[in-house]
């Protein structure tokens, strides 16, 4: 090979190497598998991480929500305690909650009852200085309701005489279930919810006589169930009795309130009757 052609084939290798060279350094790659970097010494490529705009994370529960989670009992004592420390408060609760039906209240009583039922001890008198001693406590809660709910449903508070009259009867039912104590100075309670039951009933005729003559009591036979009620507490609700007497005397008269007669005012007017045995006046009047 002359020196021309020789110069000629070295100008040409040593293009291909550099082409060869050039294309390594492009790709990463090498012609020879020594020269490539080994796969464990390159990074690892990792996705980005995405950015959450609500992180999940702990919080109290929302009002709504913790609100279904409490009994009745624990709800009330949550909104006395409220009331107690924001006296503002307890004036908007008392104006904005439903006005409580009569037998609500009586469901109340009823609950108070069941309890003092359960604090008598197994087994023993119902009516002994151990027993009282035992169930004190539940009995002075069941006469505190007692008085607290009653004035409730006396007018000029409660306006319909017949929730008034329906309230009292439960309630005088309730104070008749009171234990009869064997010692006198634990016989308080009784006759003093007598008493102030009494009372109640005698406001509560006074109020309905002067509604329609009060009709309303004979109609309903109100007057005989507060005779009963006065025979069952032993005549200690004579108050009432008295009350009936007094304010209702012109339709019958007497205990009776002309029950039995026929001849009253009371049972000629529910008969029909009353006026029937008068003279007719003809002519000119």
Known sequence: MSGRNKRKADEELEAVRASSQEMGDGDGMSLSPLQSP???SRPLARPPKKLRGNEITGRPLALPRL???????????????????????????????????????????????????????????????????????????????LIDFTPHYLPPNESHVSSSLAF?????????ELPDWES?????????AYDEISRAWALVISEASKRGGGFQLHNEQWDEKIRKHNEQSGGKLQRAVHALGSNLDWIGGGQTM???DPGSIRNQLLSGTYGSNLPVRVGPW
Do not use: M, W
């Open 38 to 40: 080994s796969i464990g």
């Open 67 to 145: 609100l279904e989670t409490l009994d009745a009992q624990s709800l009330r004592a949550v909104l006395q305690a409220i009331c107690e420390r924001h006296p503002q408060i307890g004036t908007e609760v008392v104006t904005s909650a439903p006005r409580p039906s009569v037998g609500s209240a009586l469901g109340v009583l009823e609950q108070y009852q069941e309890k003092l039922r359960d604090s008598f001890p197994f087994g023993s008198d119902g009516t002994s200085e151990y027993a009282y001693n035992r169930v004190r406590s539940a009995l002075t809660a069941l006469i505190d309701a």
């Open 168 to 176: 009292l009867d439960g309630a005088t039912n309730v104070i008749h």
């Open 184 to 192: 006198s100075s634990h016989r308080h309670h009784k006759d003093n």
């Open 258 to 260: 002309g029950i039995g």
